[in-house]
């Protein structure tokens, strides 16, 4: 949620560029007006120039520490910036970068708190909060804002998707389709029947429904629900993620998501149709094209490997470790172990933690009877990720297999 200075607010400029043109002359010809500073770190948000507009925010920050609108787009900023580079389940980032997103949450979280004392009812400033104590763990805490925003504005909707998705969040990681998702579905759909359409995004209102009906679905299907409920489920999670779509048919996030839910479902021909509209609206995103990577695999579609170099080629050195443990994956399934063994390396050397590649590397020293070696990778795959079962059976497999050699 990102606050424009009082100067902008009524200001109606209809271009990005025109705004940073009037804005940076505006800070040229009055320094001590820091609104006009502040507008002009916004209007490099709203044209993607993140290096600049944090350079804006750096400084109105450093001239004057209590300026709310500061506070409250540098640390949403400094999220947006650093949030992408969390580990989440699976894997940790590099020492440096971690330390980099560790110091970044550090100040987001000190900005927004500072945010909230200048001014505690205002529900946006709460679920920034929310989202920076999210993305360092903290879930309790994100919580806890995300209550104090519904307490100060229950109308605010942006408050009230955000609560929904942290129960959303809630239910995946305990894994418990109970009340909470059936809550978040409702609340999502009241966002859309009552949201102001200037406010509310539709197509991302849309997709938030659609995460609960997705969630719902995974869930029930993980514990072998009744085939009839699942049926629901899925028709309910495929409808709403259509419907994000039609209210947006360029808009390749929403492919994406169409995709990956069709692969989670093991349709994987859908799938790869769905990637392919995702990446012709976004030809430029490396995720779209590692995950039709994926489902070309699980295809057996030998276009696959070519699919996830083009991945490589797009991807940044932070985003490219998941895409070499794919590509190593895909070497040792095709018998090509020194292949397999050199991407599945290049992908540890940029990630140590990430469990995919330490369980497949594994598995590779497996085949060639490198037993210890194998059984040093499991540890480290579980010591990563300990819900990865795949690691945890194979390393006592391994153990056992190394004391009969």
């Known amino acids: 949620c990102l606050e424009h200075s009082r100067f902008s607010s009524s200001s109606g400029w209809s271009t990005a560029e025109s705004a940073i043109s009037v804005f940076s002359t505006l800070t040229t010809v009055a320094p001590d007006y820091l609104d006009s500073l502040a507008n002009l770190g916004v209007a490099y948000i709203q044209s993607g120039d993140l290096e600049l507009a944090t350079k804006c925010f750096q400084e109105l920050v450093l001239k004057d520490q209590s300026h709310p609108a500061a506070l409250v787009n540098y640390g949403a900023l400094l999220l947006c910036k650093y949030g992408s580079l969390a580990a989440g389940a699976s894997g940790t980032v590099n020492a440096g970068s971690y330390l980099h997103q560790k110091e970044a949450l550090v100040a987001a979280k000190e900005c927004l708190l500072a945010a909230v004392r200048s001014d505690p009812?205002?529900?946006?400033?709460?679920?920034?909060?929310?989202?920076?104590?999210?993305?360092?763990?903290?879930?309790?805490?994100?919580?806890?804002?995300?209550?104090?925003?519904?307490?100060?504005?229950?109308?605010?909707?942006?408050?009230?998707?955000?609560?929904?998705?942290?129960?959303?969040?809630?239910?995946?990681?305990?894994?418990?389709?109970?009340?909470?998702?059936?809550?978040?579905?409702?609340e999502m759909a009241t966002v859309l029947k009552e949201g102001d359409t200037s406010v509310v995004d539709l197509p991302v209102a849309?997709?938030?429904?659609?995460?609960?009906?997705?969630?719902?679905?995974?869930?029930?299907?993980?514990?072998?629900?009744?085939?009839?409920?699942?049926?629901?489920?899925?028709?309910?999670?495929?409808?709403?993620?259509?419907?994000?779509?039609?209210?947006?048919?360029?808009?390749?996030?929403?492919?994406?998501?169409?995709?990956?839910?069709?692969?989670?479902?093991?349709?994987?021909?859908?799938?790869?149709?769905?990637?392919?509209?995702?990446?012709?609206?976004?030809?430029?995103?490396?995720?779209?094209?590692?995950?039709?990577?994926?489902?070309?695999q699980l295809s057996?579609?030998?276009?696959?490997?070519?699919?996830?170099?083009?991945?490589?080629?797009?991807?940044?050195?932070?985003?490219?470790?998941?895409?070499?443990?794919?590509?190593?994956?895909?070497?040792r399934q095709h018998r090509l172990y020194e292949l397999a063994r050199k991407m599945l390396s290049r992908s540890l050397e940029i990630c140590p933690g990430y469990a995919p590649a330490n369980n497949n590397l594994g598995l590779v020293f497996v085949a060639e009877g490198r037993w210890e070696d194998a059984v040093s990778c499991f540890e480290k795959a579980v010591k990563s990720d300990d819900l990865l079962d795949a690691a945890k059976s194979n390393l006592a497999k391994a153990l056992a297999l190394a004391k009969k050699q």
């Open 121 to 186: 009812k205002a529900a946006s400033i709460w679920v920034n909060l929310a989202n920076a104590y999210h993305m360092a763990g903290e879930h309790r805490n994100s919580k806890r804002c995300l209550e104090q925003a519904a307490k100060f504005e229950p109308n605010h909707m942006p408050a009230r998707y955000a609560i929904a998705v942290h129960r959303i969040r809630d239910a995946v990681r305990s894994q418990c389709s109970d009340d909470q998702l059936i809550w978040a579905a409702n």
């Open 206 to 296: 849309w997709a938030g429904l659609a995460m609960a009906h997705r969630a719902q679905h995974e869930i029930a299907a993980a514990y072998d629900g009744e085939q009839a409920i699942l049926n629901e489920a899925e028709e309910r999670a495929l409808y709403t993620l259509k419907q994000a779509i039609q209210e947006d048919p360029d808009d390749a996030v929403q492919w994406h998501q169409l995709g990956l839910y069709n692969m989670c479902t093991t349709q994987f021909s859908r799938s790869v149709n769905f990637l392919k509209a995702a990446i012709a609206r976004s030809p430029e995103c490396c995720y779209a094209w590692s995950n039709l990577g994926i489902a070309l």
């Open 300 to 331: 057996n579609d030998p276009s696959s490997e070519t699919v996830y170099k083009r991945a490589l080629v797009l991807s940044s050195s932070q985003q490219s470790y998941a895409i070499l443990s794919n590509i190593g994956i895909l070497y």
